[in-house]
């Protein structure tokens, strides 16, 4: 019998075949007949007035399958997009209103017409919608900031019964509803924290692996925000730091029309270790093309150069290609430690290596479920790009699996919206407020009508669930 494959092949036909899919192309999540979309509240409010079944919210179902899929009960399913309803309700000096299916780059570009931005600095990518990101912790780097729900001040619900329902950050459920996991209710407007544009110079290097552990905390602890890619193959670290720009370099950024300002002097430290990653990566994903978007992710890293812009411009870098991301979070105290592990693990077996690991922190999370909940966080970030033709190098696959098993030994929480194997987690032993969300969890959504499959695992029915105060 073949061995179960813990990841998915993406489909790379054009046929849809009468399913919807999720981002990647790697799940089916339903009949392409079960899709409902709503461009405003009211459109959302009457849907649920009409008791419609179950129903799985979806953003730009960049999430894995589990996250979106309905299910998990008998009974008819939705699948609802509130991508429609989008945009700026609302601002003020400190703050903004959006609504829930605005994607994170309209929500950028709408607070810089402003002249602010988020206190949260942004993830790789800005395709996600603001209620998905908020669902699943999404988060950039940083120990003076946290996740993006972290810079929410309310939030606007859509009960299952069709009823509105606004929570403020004094509300006793506000560390639930940060992280809800897409089971509290419909976010239809999210109200966040807002802060005049800062204008970083973002400092890139490369230097050897071997001080990795005591490094890390450095690079963190020392500026505002940090990330680094370490190739254990070489053992080598690309690294960049950012700190608030100079007069100098802002008004240079300003005198090139508010852009992205590169030095011109480069560095090629990096680039045989680039070459030898590229090298794997041609060939686990077979794509001929040499400017082939999974190449364009790593071959930035040759011939870098420092940088001034703002935080999107300096961090938000990503290319969105499907891939396999698993993200797995540890307190930032325990990091040395477990750096040390995966060298070890990584000097006696020379697991194959897809991509480099990404290493970055951020501060604490207020809310209940965010992997960085309770304290500074380091996140490990492990990517395997899709092949041309939908598989995964089987390689690759084996040292995400591995190396997953090692950090989940080890207390590792993982990013909700990425790749992770459940069966590996003690959710309750993970995070101390468990029992608190699952008891708002009910007591918003008693009968589960935002639930699948995949959170009636996590959340399983209780007969008599503590109460919790309102
Ligand atoms: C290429 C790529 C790069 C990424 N980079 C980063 C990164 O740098 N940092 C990071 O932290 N994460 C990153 N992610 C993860 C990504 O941010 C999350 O998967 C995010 O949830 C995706 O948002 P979405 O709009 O696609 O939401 P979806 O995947 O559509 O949904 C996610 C969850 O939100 C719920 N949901 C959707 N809409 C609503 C609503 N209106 N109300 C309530 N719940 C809702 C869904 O039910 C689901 O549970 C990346 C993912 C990809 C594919």
Redesign the pocket.
């Known amino acids: 019998m073949a061995p179960e494959r813990p990841y998915p092949r993406r489909d790379v036909s054009e046929d849809d075949a009468g399913r919807l899919w999720n981002?990647?192309r790697n799940s089916t999540l339903a009949d392409a007949s079960a899709l409902v979309t709503a461009s405003s509240e009211l459109e959302v409010r009457s849907l649920l007035a009409s008791r419609p079944g179950r129903v799985?919210?979806?953003?730009?179902?960049?999430?894995a399958g589990r996250?979106?899929a309905p299910g998990g009960s008998s009974g008819a399913e939705v699948l609802l997009d509130?991508r429609g309803h989008r945009g700026l309700l609302a601002h003020g000096e400190d703050w903004a209103t959006f609504a829930?299916?605005t994607v994170l780059q309209d929500v950028y570009d709408a607070l810089a017409r402003l002249g602010r931005m988020l206190p949260s600095s942004p993830?790789?990518?800005a395709e996600?919608?603001l209620?998905?990101?908020l669902?699943?912790?999404?988060?950039?780097q940083g120990l003076q900031q946290s996740s993006i729900g972290d810079a929410l001040l309310s939030l606007r619900l859509v009960m299952a019964d069709g009823t509105v329902e606004e929570f403020g950050a004094d509300h006793p459920w506000f560390g639930a509803l940060q992280v809800?996991?897409?089971t509290l209710g419909?976010?239809t407007a999210v109200t966040l924290r807002t802060v005049p544009v800062a204008v970083y110079s973002c400092v890139k290097g490369a230097t050897g692996a071997e001080t990795l552990e005591s490094d890390l905390l450095v690079w963190n602890r020392g500026h505002e925000m940090a990330k680094a890619w370490w190739f254990p193959d070489d053992d080598q670290v690309h690294v960049w730091t950012a700190q608030r720009a100079s007069t100098d370099e802002v008004a240079a950024w300003e005198a090139g029309g508010r852009q992205l300002v590169e030095r011109t002097e480069t560095s090629d430290a990096m680039n045989r270790a680039v070459d030898a990653a590229l090298a794997h990566m041609r060939a686990d994903t077979r794509i001929l093309d040499a400017q082939g978007k999974p190449f364009r992710t790593v071959t930035r890293f040759k011939d870098f150069s420092d940088v001034t812009g703002d935080v999107y411009q300096v961090f938000m870098r990503?290319i969105?290609t499907p891939?396999i991301?698993v993200e797995i979070g540890v307190p930032l105290d325990r990091a040395p430690a477990v750096v040390e592990k995966i060298r070890a693990w990584h000097a006696e077996t020379s697991p194959h290596l897809h991509y480099p690991i990404i290493l970055r922190a951020t501060g604490p999370s207020r809310a209940w479920l965010s992997p960085s909940e309770g304290g500074d966080t380091l996140y490990f970030g492990f990517v395997v790009y899709y092949a041309e033709d939908g598989s995964l190098s089987a390689d690759g696959v084996d040292f995400l699996v591995e190396v997953e098993k090692l950090l989940a030994a080890e207390g590792g929480r993982p990013?909700w919206?990425?790749y992770f194997d459940d069966a590996l987690y003690d959710w309750p032993a993970l995070y101390p407020r468990w029992e608190e969300f699952a008891a708002v969890r009910e007591a918003l959504d008693p009968e589960r009508v935002f639930g699948n499959g995949f959170t009636d695992r996590l959340f399983p029915a209780a007969a008599s669930r503590s109460e919790v105060a309102a």
């Open positions: 981002w990647a799985r919210l979806v953003g730009s179902r960049m999430s996250m979106l509130v829930g299916g993830g790789v990518i996600q919608t209620a998905g990101a669902a699943t912790g999404t988060h950039g809800g996991l897409g419909v976010v990503g969105a891939q991301n990013h919206g990425k």
